[in-house]
C-alpha cells in the first residue's frame, strides 16, 4: 500500500494551485507556526500575534520583526548607550 504524502497545512488546497507554490506556501506556514526564542527572557516561547507581530508567553514582551519568521536582527530590543563626550 503507498504511502500518504506529507502536505501538511497545505493538504485542503487540494490538486489547485500546482505543487511548486503548494510547496513554497508549506514551507512559509511552517516558519509562520513554529515557536522562536524570546530575545528578553530567552525562553522558547515567541508565537505570531499578528503580521510581523510578535510575543513571548512567558514574559509577555511585544516587537516587531519579520511577517512570516521572527527575524533575530529586528527584533531585538534598541538600548540607549550612553555617548562618552557628554556628562550625566
Not at 6 to 12: I, M
Not at 39 to 56: E, L, Y
Not at 77 to 88: L, S, V, Y
Given at each position: 500500500?503507498?504511502?500518504?504524502?506529507?502536505?501538511?497545512?497545505?493538504?485542503?488546497?487540494?490538486?489547485?494551485?500546482?505543487?511548486?507554490?503548494?510547496?513554497?506556501?508549506?514551507?512559509?506556514?511552517?516558519?509562520?507556526?513554529?515557536?522562536?526564542?524570546?530575545?528578553?527572557?530567552?525562553?522558547?516561547?515567541?508565537?505570531?500575534?499578528?503580521?510581523?507581530?510578535?510575543?513571548?508567553?512567558?514574559?509577555?514582551?511585544?516587537?516587531?520583526?519579520?511577517?512570516?519568521?521572527?527575524?533575530a536582527l529586528a527584533a531585538v530590543?534598541?538600548?540607549?548607550?550612553?555617548?562618552?563626550?557628554?556628562?550625566?
Open positions: 500500500m503507498p504511502r500518504a504524502k506529507k502536505v501538511g497545512s497545505t493538504g485542503g488546497l487540494g490538486p489547485r494551485y500546482g505543487t511548486k507554490l503548494r510547496k513554497l506556501v508549506l514551507v512559509v506556514e511552517r516558519k509562520l507556526r513554529q515557536r522562536y526564542r524570546c530575545p528578553n527572557c530567552g525562553a522558547v516561547k515567541v508565537k505570531r500575534v499578528g503580521a510581523s507581530i510578535w510575543r513571548c508567553g512567558r514574559c509577555g514582551a511585544k516587537f516587531a520583526g519579520a511577517a512570516y519568521s521572527l527575524s530590543p534598541k538600548r540607549e548607550t550612553p555617548i562618552e563626550g557628554e556628562g550625566g
